[in-house]
């Protein structure tokens, strides 16, 4: 069995698909014509074992956003996510003690969910992160995924809380969209940047100390115990681009070769770079991408020299490295990290 998964395996259960679907008819769209083409059936949909692809999922996607007209569909569809929607997981959510736990418990077992995406948290002093990165290429849809996830996180937020929660930031790993003006209404007076590397929302730490009046212990380890157990042992949980970018990231300097990438998946060569054009990209755009989010992140975040960083991403030269800083980022790495240009 392949190490990841791609566009065409059936992994994604029937919960968020149903939330969209139930959605877009509040909006008008026929349930028939949402269904068309998708290989969907109302069996399927009511089935704690029946899975789809995300190439279906796709489709849904698409005639959902033709039929409502919404290009915010991903906000609306997000709102209407309720706990019990992500099953026995919401369940180990809901009886969590505190928000950090509660997001330990979904980070822990959310792939069974939602495999699409990547996501992991950190904390840095005052401020915690949720960075959301692609499992495998969201295009064209990466907006409105995201919009999904995040409208999701802000929902279950309020319900743990009971009031709006403490972004500080926002980062969007794609281009701004027409309806700008629907983020407003999620993040108002919270600073907004489009076109980043990846997905990241900034919060105040002090959040996840706080407490859930509604924890109950002995439900919760009973519920995610269920979680591990009800994890498919026979499909892989984790895409292709996310397995790509962690034998990247874990890669010291040298990045692995095709050939040893694919051994390290348990695929050939070539099935691996068919997989991949497949999904709009390729091992050296994966590896160009690897090196401009460490490059970034080293410049912004470490005191290493401009020389170090180059060595470290195994550039033969330190020019070489500011010509494609430059390329990536629009300046160079001296005024990236603030002080004088350089050339």
């Not at 849904?60 to 290009?71: E, G, I, Q, V, W």
């Not at 003690?97 to 840095?124: M, N």
């Not at 959301?132 to 999904?148: N, Y």
């Not at 007076?189 to 996840?208: G, M």
């Amino acid at each position: 069995m392949k190490a990841f998964f791609t566009y065409s395996d059936p992994i994604v259960p029937p919960h968020h698909p149903r939330v969209l679907i139930e959605t877009a008819q509040a909006q008008g769209a026929s349930r028939a014509a949402l269904l068309e083409n998708t290989g969907l059936t109302e069996a399927m949909l009511v089935s704690p074992d029946a899975r789809i692809s995300y190439a279906q999922f796709a489709v849904l996607t698409s005639n959902a956003l033709r039929l409502t007209n919404n290009p915010g569909l991903g906000f609306d569809a997000g709102a209407n996510v309720r706990l019990p929607n992500m099953g026995i997981l919401g369940l180990a959510i809901m009886s969590s003690p505190t928000v950090g736990a509660a997001l330990d418990v979904a980070l822990r077992h959310y792939r069974a969910i939602a495999p699409l995406y990547d996501l992991e948290t950190r904390v840095e002093g005052d401020v915690a992160y949720l960075t959301v990165r692609e499992a495998i290429p969201l295009a064209p849809f990466a907006a409105f995924s995201t919009e999904f996830l995040l409208s999701a996180f802000d929902r279950q937020g309020r319900g743990f809380l009971g009031r709006a929660l403490p972004i500080l930031k926002v980062r969007l790993g794609y281009a701004q969209p027409e309806h700008v003006a629907r983020y407003r209404n999620l993040y108002a007076d919270v600073p907004l940047a489009f076109d980043q590397n990846f997905t990241e929302v900034a919060f105040d730490a002090a959040l996840l100390a706080e407490p859930n009046a509604e924890a109950d212990p002995l439900t919760a380890k009973v519920a995610e115990q269920y979680c591990a157990q009800e994890a498919p042992a026979t499909l892989p949980s984790t895409g292709l681009l996310a397995q790509v970018r962690r034998q990247l990231s874990a890669a010291a300097g040298r990045p692995p070769s095709l050939t040893e990438l694919s051994r390290s998946l348990r695929t050939s060569s070539r099935s691996l770079r068919r997989f991949l054009q497949s999904m709009g990209t390729s091992y050296q755009t994966l590896i160009d991408e690897s090196r401009r989010v460490r490059a970034e992140e080293w410049v912004r975040s470490t005191h290493m020299t401009i020389e170090q960083v180059s060595g470290r991403l195994g550039f033969s030269d330190v020019r070489s490295f500011r010509r494609a800083f430059k390329r990536w980022t629009g300046v160079t790495p001296h005024a990236f990290r603030g002080g004088p240009g350089d050339s």
